[in-house]
Every structure is written in C-alpha cells, then in structure tokens.
C-alpha cells in the first residue's frame, strides 16, 4: 500500500480517505433510534431527585416508588417535558432491543444532551459519562461492556445520572443504532 506511514512503519489510513475528509466528502453515519431521546417526541421516565440506593442503576431494581414522567428534565423552557432543580437527577427507562444482529450491537451508541455531569447505564453497567456540557444532541461511543449488556428480545434498563453544573440544567438520553455509510 501507498500511503501514511507511522512510527511503527505500519500503515494505518489510506492517503485516499483522508483526502476525501480534508474535501468533506466522506459520507456521514445514519443513526435508527432504539430507545428514543425526547427531541422529537416527550418519552416516559421514571425519576428521582433524591440519592437512590446502590444498585438504582440495575434492570431489576425496583423502581416504582419513582415518579414517572416525561423527559427531557430540567429548566430549559424550550425542551423540558418536566422540571428539574434540585442538584442532581436519576431517570430510568425500561426498552426491549428487540432482534439486535451483533452488527447493530457492536454499533449501539449513546445520543443524549445535558448540562452537567452526566453517567449512562445499560443494565446496570456503566456506558458512557462526561464531565461537561453538552449543548446539543450527540452521539457517543459506548463501553463493550455496556454494549455486551443489552440483552436482546429481552427487557432492559437505561438508567442516567446528572449533576447540575451552573444555572442552567438539562438532560435527556437514548440509544441509536449507527449505520455506516460506504462510498
């Protein structure tokens, strides 16, 4: 192969695909939602404000002391289905992935928006978490053990913890499935 050699003399990208991302021609991935964030439509949560116990994160705890409700949470009058203001917030959802090939697993990722701290989890193990802003939608990688946890034709939990950070505070979070595109 012609091309980018690196320390290791070892090729790693071909000279023709990072001319095609310098002239923005790379085709962007399509994202099908498995579990749908509220952006487009107010999703059902369970939620609390206050400290949960340990294992809140788990498909098995038993969640119906929580108040259900609609996301996103917080204090965005724009977006928000429910309000949020105290310092941190825990939300709960149950989804089935219904047929995933190991494909679509291997390419489940986070989409989710908050202001503040955020941790995501898939059966109680931990996917995805930032400690900043994000201020707009965006899709994140997940661990292998989270994508590992999803358990298909089979019931499942995301659960997400958010703490404030500043005045402003909003969160709300899913699951899509990234495609490809090729070229």
């Not at 931990?126 to 939608?137: D, E, R, T, V």
């Not at 994140?140 to 950070?165: F, Q, Y």
Request: glycine fraction near 8%; proline fraction near 6%.
């Amino acid at each position: 192969m012609n091309g980018l050699l690196t320390y290791d003399r070892i090729p790693k990208v071909e000279p023709a695909k990072i001319a095609q991302a310098n002239r923005f021609e790379l085709p962007l991935p399509k994202y099908v939602p498995l579990v749908p964030t509220s952006e487009a439509s107010q999703q059902m949560w369970r939620y609390t404000i206050d400290n949960p116990q340990k294992e809140w994160n788990r498909e098995d705890f038993d969640d119906s002391g929580w108040t259900e409700s609609r996301g996103g949470f917080g204090n965005l009058p724009e977006r928000t289905g429910t309000p949020w203001t105290s310092e941190g917030i825990w939300i709960r959802r149950h989804f089935n992935a219904s047929t995933l090939s190991e494909r679509q697993s291997e390419n489940l990722v986070a989409d989710d928006m908050h202001l503040g701290d955020i941790q995501i989890y898939i059966n109680g193990v931990l996917a995805y978490s930032q400690g900043k802003n994000s201020l707009s939608f965006e899709h994140r990688g997940l661990t292998k053990e989270a994508r590992a946890a999803v358990r298909p034709n089979s019931d499942n939990v995301i659960a997400v913890h958010c703490v404030r950070r500043g005045d402003q505070q909003w969160v709300d979070a899913g699951l899509d499935v990234r495609i490809p595109q090729d070229r």
